[in-house]
């Protein structure tokens, strides 16, 4: 079960800010797609207030996303600029919603995620506690073949402290299957956690030629020379893009209901 809405200001240091917008040429009006009787980005808002890292906003380029919103009893902040990226939409809502810079730590949550588990959400800040980066991330480990050669799948190169197996430092990402050899990929899961200083830092560098070629934003942070640090997870939540996705993440909601059913009346 979600938690009941929280209130906006738990004391936390941490925010959380989950960008939406209605403009999805595969899946139109995504945000809004009904996920166990609400919209999706209300399910991805209840994700993020179970994880208990603090106040949670929707960053919501249109009216209707930030109306769905408050009507469920959450917060959203309109950004109805058009901005590069999700992470540039989260850098305006900061601004307008903490002029007095009180958040320290910044979680930027995709608002398709609905599939997410509250306690990976949670471990997205743990490179910045336990290794002082200046950006943590999660990805999965696995030997998926399919996984390892097909583009969508996002890659992280990383180095592990020889201490904790499912902590690291990124060195790269790219779409090609990397690296090669015998053992796992690591699929990144585009969840990022950014110090409030390295946020602004990423939204003021101008794109840069690795992350042009290879379409992933994070390697301008990389070639900056900013730090990303990497948390294992077990297991990796899939992003809604198609009707097909929509589908699949209903059914693995229902699954999930369906058991927990079970387990409480054996």
């Not at 939409?89 to 949550?109: G, K, M, S, T, W």
Request: glycine share 8%.
């Amino acid at each position: 079960m979600m938690p009941e809405p929280a209130s906006r200001d738990t004391g936390s240091r941490t925010i959380v800010l989950i960008p939406a917008r209605l403009a999805s040429t595969r899946l139109p009006g995504k945000p809004l797609a009904l996920v166990e009787g609400e919209p999706m980005i209300v399910r991805v808002w209840r994700v993020a207030l179970a994880s208990g890292l603090g106040r949670v906003v929707v960053a919501a380029a249109e009216p209707a996303i930030a109306e769905a919103v408050e009507r469920a009893g959450g917060e959203a902040v309109l950004v109805p600029e058009e901005v590069p990226s999700g992470t540039d939409r989260i850098q305006r809502a900061l601004a307008r919603l903490d002029p007095e810079r009180r958040y320290r730590r910044v979680v930027n949550l995709q608002g398709d995620l609905p599939t997410l588990d509250p306690a990976d959400l949670r471990r997205v800040v743990e490179p910045l506690d336990r290794m002082g980066a200046d950006i943590g991330t999660l990805a999965v480990a696995t030997t998926d073949p399919e996984e390892r050669t097909r583009p969508n799948f996002v890659k992280a190169v990383v180095s592990f402290l020889p201490e904790d197996p499912t902590l690291g430092r990124a060195l790269y990402f790219t779409r090609a299957p990397a690296p090669t050899g015998e053992g796992p990929v690591w699929h990144h899961i585009g969840i990022y956690a950014f110090g409030r200083d390295a946020l602004e830092r990423f939204c003021a560098l101008p794109a840069s030629p690795l992350e042009l070629r290879e379409k992933l934003e994070q390697l301008r942070a990389l070639e900056a020379g900013m730090s990303i640090g990497i948390k294992l997870i077990a297991s990796a939540p899939f992003g809604v893009d198609t009707p097909e996705d929509l589908e699949r993440a209903r059914a693995v909601l229902a699954a999930r209901r369906t058991a927990r059913a079970e387990e409480r009346n054996p």
